[in-house]
Nanobody, 121 residues
């Protein structure tokens, strides 16, 4: 079982910053990667950033240099620091996990319920 709960969304002006957090609960699975997706009104859900179990981070071109993903195994959280925000970043942000059942090789994808981020002009 893998459960993800996001927090930290809100309203911010253009150029501002927000920090999102995701609490991760795992039972019977091994997590290979964690990350964040987002979905704006009328658009498809898109991958924002991922971080592997070894700490390797990858970012979408649209957020490269502005967003930073990190994980804290002790606190069981994955975070997304968002800087230099603009209205195009307005979306619901979803925590993401890629995991395997113990003794299995099939990869499963999980998403949290999402947290709203709104950037005003």
């Amino acid at each position: 079982q893998v459960q993800l709960v996001e927090s930290g969304g809100g309203l911010v002006e253009t150029g501002g910053s927000l920090r999102l957090a995701c609490e991760v609960s795992v039972s019977g699975f091994t997590i290979d990667a964690l990350g964040w997706y987002r979905q704006a009104p009328g658009k498809q859900r898109e991958l924002v950033a991922t971080i592997s179990s070894g700490g390797t981070a990858k970012y979408a071109d649209s957020v490269e240099g502005r967003f930073f993903i990190s994980r804290d195994t002790a606190k069981k959280t994955v975070n997304l620091q968002m800087n230099s925000l603009n209205p195009e970043d307005t979306a619901v942000y979803y925590c993401y996990s890629q995991a395997r059942r113990w003794g299995r090789t099939y990869l499963h994808d999980y998403w949290g319920q999402g947290t709203q981020v709104t950037v005003s002009s």
